[in-house]
């Protein structure tokens, strides 16, 4: 029996970052980039007006006032998207629209508010500040510079940020694709009647959405059967089609635990086999060829805790995220709990701050297949092995599932 | 100019909670539950081995230990998924493995890693405890209960529960679909080349993800022209098509802002225009029967931050949604920032957390175009519009865009 940190320790010394993808823009949401990305060009493009107003020489304005205005020629209008090859010279202006080209001659633009326009001359009642209400080329971003590095997360003001450099295509790494298989004589799919002995099978389901949120592709398959054929057949085609092969149930000390037989029988490489952890005790962890297989717990709560601690990160890391793990907190117990020293425990809890500082309680019962003890929890709280007793008011380590709601 | 309040106020007022769909249960991950959802079994339906172990009379195994184990007849063999009809009577025992119902009779299981077996006779090395090592029927949940309230948030953990319960479809809010329309004649497409005056489309791209995020379902339409007849055509096919529409840009002082003049020509009902602000002064809203139209303004900047503080919130109570806006947190700001009284700014900013508590950081220079600001941003920190001037150490209000790297 091993223990959690190595146990997670050899799991991501095995994983390997997946490869490039090229995908359109829109399409690369949520995932991070596979490549440095430089600009080609300045962003804004070209010295542009940020107001609606007229185009002058500052030096023509001096003096101006609401009693005593200047007065300007009117040479043209130059709406956003327009270039005008008209110079401004002194005495003259270019009512100009917000976005356009500040014209050839101009230094600086006074808003259309501070202005009376009458026929060809224009009334400014305010002195104009050298480069005032100018947005100069490349004051976001200039020519070659590197926007964006290699593992930058994507979001939308990042597509945002790649869609004015023009870049409709980037790079990502390819989402792992995450065959799914529940085993057991027991389960029966979610739309059937439930027959005496039975349950459903949950598991499927939790962890498809678990992959979802993860990032990579799910691929649910059916169930298999607490037998060799069924279980061989099963594992076979999940590999075929998978980068990981997520398996519950199965692992355990049960006569009917055949998935270890059946990957024994096809020389997958067991990399471990029990972690001196509650809940999630039996969870088992193998390479073969390019790929890593997961058999977790049957157990429901187990299941998702394993996913977490364990898949989780792995994923993140072949997805080439720079941030694997959840947001860890330091937060106070709110109950005396007793527990054998020897497995670290993870406890479901509910997690609310309170003054800047966390306070986390237990979701209720926290048998390992309670699934509502899951349901009620923002948090999974690491209680170490070596302790026998947490006190109320002692500090735990907290891994955030979600932002407590009253954040 | 009405106050950031005031705005957000009228938006909610008006937007309706969606009608009610009903989807596959894996469709409804990261939706919130239209319905109180009720048990109609127990879970687990019957009480059954939480251990690969024997089942047993708890009283026969008085005294047993390693030097004296106790000895029972093996009556059978019982894996997951079957049912028994044999009764364990005084003397007798049935090997059982995790999640097989318990036989009549037995009120514990022992251990496997506890029992030796030989033939047809166990020795047991251990007293068992009544009850131990079985899972009560209904422990989880019980037949009747109400398991969830409306408006419970879907994660994995609710979808597998769900799934326990055979909810194989389950109701939600309807996601409402969004048009964006970015208006200018300055934008080209992200494919195209640069013309002179020319900047790329990038508002379609990040309210897409924006829209994305956020739940609904985005309809990106093409660009619209500075002139009434592109903007009439495209503001109507928006509006067929969906639920709320949001355009960029044309709505400021420009002679050639024409949103507001086709939805003035449409009868659209103009709820506020101008909003006391920095960025987003001019943002619009109307009311259109049952539809709503938010005119966001074209700036990159102001676009991204006026969907995050009113379209999104807008969409969250729409889909029915009891937590509608970003996490808030207290921080200490690190500049010294001097503003005019009168409007409140979103400034965009860096959090990160020391010893519990919240620091922010501005995110470099903040004009309404420099998408860069909130590229680098996780936060939007709140400044009243009164203050004239925040100082290194004073404490602001941030609205949480991401959880801070370091959390």
């Known amino acids: 029996m091993i223990k959690p940190d190595e146990a997670l320790r050899i799991i991501l010394e095995e994983v390997k970052i997946q490869p490039i993808k090229e995908v359109n823009l829109m399409d690369s949401l949520g995932y991070v980039l596979a490549e440095d990305v430089f600009s080609d060009i300045n962003i804004p493009p070209f010295n542009n007006s940020a107001m609606d107003g007229f185009a002058v020489i500052a030096s023509d304005t001096v003096g101006a006032s609401n009693n005593f205005p200047c007065k300007l020629k009117v040479l043209g209008d130059l709406a956003a998207g327009n270039v005008s090859d008209i110079e401004i010279v002194s005495g003259s202006t270019l009512k100009i629209m917000t976005g356009a080209p500040v014209p050839q001659g101009a230094d600086s633009v006074i808003k259309k508010e501070d202005t009376t326009l009458s026929g060809e001359e224009v009334s400014i009642y305010c002195e104009a500040k050298k480069g005032g209400n100018i947005r100069l080329a490349g004051e976001d971003i ?79 398959l059916e169930i298999a059967r607490d037998n060799m054929d069924s279980t061989r057949k099963l594992i076979q085609k999940g590999l075929e089609v ?47 060829g390019e790929k890593i297989i997961f058999g977790l717990p049957g157990n429901p709560v187990s299941t998702m805790i394993c996913f977490d601690e364990y898949v989780r990160p792995a994923i993140s890391k072949m997805m080439g995220r720079k941030h694997i793990f959840r947001p860890e907190v330091d937060a106070v117990f709110e109950h005396d709990l007793k527990k054998k020293p020897g497995r670290t425990f993870f406890v479901r809890v509910k997690v609310r701050t309170e003054n800047g500082k966390y306070y986390v309680s237990l979701t209720g019962p926290q048998g390992s297949g309670i699934l509502k003890s899951m349901s009620l929890a923002n948090g999974i709280a690491i209680i170490p092995a070596e302790k026998t007793l947490v006190k109320t008011g002692d500090e735990v380590n907290v891994h955030l599932i979600d932002l407590p709601e009253d954040h």
Do not use: H
């Open 242 to 288: 998978s980068d990981i092969l997520l398996t519950t149930g199965g692992v355990s000390m049960g006569d009917y635990d055949v998935v270890k037989d059946v990957l024994d029988d096809l020389d997958a490489e067991l990399k471990f086999w029990k972690v001196a952890q509650k809940p999630g005790m039996p969870l088992a962890f193998w390479c073969f």
């Open 142 to 220: 200039a020519e070659g510079e590197r926007v964006f590095t290699i593992s930058t997360p994507l979001r939308p003001q990042e597509i945002g940020l790649l869609a004015s450099l023009g870049k409709s295509k980037v790079k990502i790494f390819k989402p792992p694709r995450v065959a799914i298989l529940s085993t057991g004589d027991e389960l029966v799919e979610i739309d059937k009647p439930l027959s005496p002995g039975k349950i459903r099978n949950s598991n499927t389901y939790s962890l498809t959405a678990q992959v979802i949120l993860s990032g990579a592709k799910p691929i649910p």
